[in-house]
Each structure stands twice: as C-alpha cells, then as structure tokens.
C-alpha cells in the first residue's frame, strides 16, 4: 500500500491577490467507494487545493479517470491541510490499521 498516486494536474489558476486553485487527479484503489448501486467501484478522485477563500483548504472528491468530478461530497481533506499532507496522512491512517504504505 502506498501513497496513492497524481494522475496529472486536472487545473492551477493563480490570481492577482496571490491566491490560487490546484487540482489534481488522483488513482487511489485504497480509498475505494462504491456508488449507491454498490457495484461501480470509484477509485479516482480530484483533490481540490485552494487558498481562494482566504484561507488553505484541500478537498477529495470522488471522480472518474478524466478528473470529472462523480459527486460534490467531500470525502477527505479540510482547512489548513495542502494536498500533499492529504495524500500522506492517508497513507499514515492506513500504516496505523496495518497496511504496508512501502
């Protein structure tokens, strides 16, 4: 198990004030969600880092392999984390419950 992996950068936009969006796509088989049907397994996701609201704040949303978001329920991240410490601290939580992150 490891640190799941950047597919490619889905979207940056840096503005004026020094804020900016990062987003990127993420293959990650160890967050595995099922959809209502529970049978379509989602195991791509958008991480969404930001600091446009005045403030750092990184979410993980479900999505296909093109980086199209499948639902706008969060399902990771929160303020003051950047995508990097998302995608770490998700492989520390699986190395706590057993899993090998190497």
Known sequence: MMIPKII????????SDGSYIKQYVV????WAL???????KIDYFIISETTKLGYLETLVFPADKDGKVIEMIEVAG???YTADQVLTSFALVMMEAGYDTV
């Open 8 to 15: 490619n950068e889905a979207e940056r936009q840096e503005f």
């Open 27 to 30: 293959h990650a088989p160890e």
């Open 34 to 40: 099922y959809q209502h049907n529970a049978i379509d």
């Open 78 to 80: 929160g303020r003051d």
